[in-house]
């Protein structure tokens, strides 16, 4: 037993040595930095008409749910929001995981098995790649958004039951979209389905905010959509969303859901005020997006290098692990809270700071972040 906790203590010793070494932040939101790093994108966490819902059903409910879904964990609250996701994603069910990463395990796990193929972009969120080797399913990557080897894949898999193409809609550490028109294309010429991830869309995209699919009009062709409901909406959990044979499977086949304890209501009583809100205030998208283009043309004068982002997420690319860090503690220094990525969460020698825009940001805030970015660029 002895030899196993010297070989992890020096499994950390070489991630130190690498830069690669990480420890717990302890995030409070009366602190001096400015928070350029989460995923809050409308900044609902905060919105008086949110934390309402949520403490009204909590005196009502409790602080937790007590059971699964299928045994005491389901609330008219839990099915009011169900339906609400439904219609504003304008599919048939919807259903309520307790986060996106178990919406995805959930959802993949159920419906792929040994006799199916699930082919996904390179650059999809880990609980994607975890999803599918769950499954047990065959598992094929195509490099980034690379359809010809997307098409050539399909091309061998007639011998497969089931065909599942899964995609992020907007990738989470680069901030670019899925070719979602081209997507779809593909997938209806071969016969298999498609699945996006809009954790990073909902809410975001969109005339109306129901995410990259409303972005490039494809809504009514994509067969499952899932998202998360901890990032533009604000609160905690995951959903599935899509025909309701497909909503059918899942609460009677995937294990994510049925063997876990229910989200409390209270956190169902806020998801279902949050998305009420994005309705009813559209004023909070457009100060989004004001903001990520100013800073866009901002930091791109600056001279940092950030990519194809198309989306609220602007990566930093800096390459080198050890400057990733030294970037980011400058700029936590001068009062900028910017944490750096790093591998495994991005490949090795592409570390980064990503940096995110949010409703929430004031005009104030962006000049802090910009002369923050221009005090530090000489260590680009």
């Not at 998305?275 to 990520?292: A, C, D, G, I, S």
Request: positive net charge; aromatic residues 6%.
């Amino acid at each position: 037993m002895k030899n196993i906790w010297q070989g992890l203590a020096q499994e950390l010793e070489d991630a130190k040595a690498a830069a690669l070494y990480r420890s717990l932040r302890i995030a409070e939101p009366d602190s001096p930095a400015l928070n350029f790093a989460d995923n809050d994108y409308l900044g609902l966490r905060f919105h008086p008409r949110v934390v309402a819902a949520f403490q009204k059903a909590a005196e009502k409910y409790g602080t937790g749910s007590g059971a699964s879904r299928l045994i005491t964990g389901t609330t008219e609250i839990h099915e009011r929001l169900e339906k609400k996701i439904a219609v504003f994603k304008r599919r048939e069910k919807a259903l309520m995981y307790g986060s996106g990463y178990l919406a995805n395990l959930g959802i993949v796990s159920a419906l792929a098995g040994e006799k199916d193929l699930v082919i996904i972009d390179k650059l999809n969120h880990a609980s994607i790649i975890d999803a599918c080797r769950l499954s047990g399913a065959e598992l094929r990557v195509y490099p980034h958004k690379n359809l010809k080897k997307l098409e050539a894949i399909l091309k061998t898999s007639a011998r497969f039951r089931r065909k599942l193409i899964i995609t992020d809609s907007v990738f989470s550490m680069d901030g670019d979209l899925a070719p979602l028109p081209e997507l779809v294309s593909i997938k209806k010429k071969s016969g298999a389905l498609l699945m996006i991830d809009e954790a990073h869309g909902t809410g975001v995209f969109g005339e109306n905010g129901r995410g990259a699919a409303e972005h490039f009009g494809v809504e009514e062709e994509i067969d499952i959509s899932m998202g998360t409901l901890s990032k533009a909406v604000g609160c905690l959990g995951g959903y599935a969303a899509g025909p309701a044979v497909l909503i059918d499977y899942l609460i009677n086949f995937s294990r994510p859901f049925i063997f876990a304890t229910a989200p409390p209501a209270a956190m169902a009583a806020a998801c279902l005020e949050s998305f009420r809100v994005m309705e009813e205030e559209p004023e909070l998208r457009r100060k989004l997006w004001q903001n990520v283009k100013l800073a866009r043309k901002e930091i791109s004068g600056l001279g940092y290098e950030t990519g194809e982002t198309e989306s609220p997420i602007i990566p930093l690319l800096i390459g080198n692990e050890e400057k990733a860090l030294n970037l980011s503690v400058r700029l936590r220094e001068k009062g900028i809270l910017i944490p750096a990525i790093r591998y495994p969460t991005v490949s090795k020698g592409k570390a980064r700071l990503r940096l995110t825009l949010s409703a929430r940001h004031s005009a104030q805030d962006l000049n802090s972040l910009f002369t923050a970015m221009r005090q530090v660029r000489e260590l680009l």
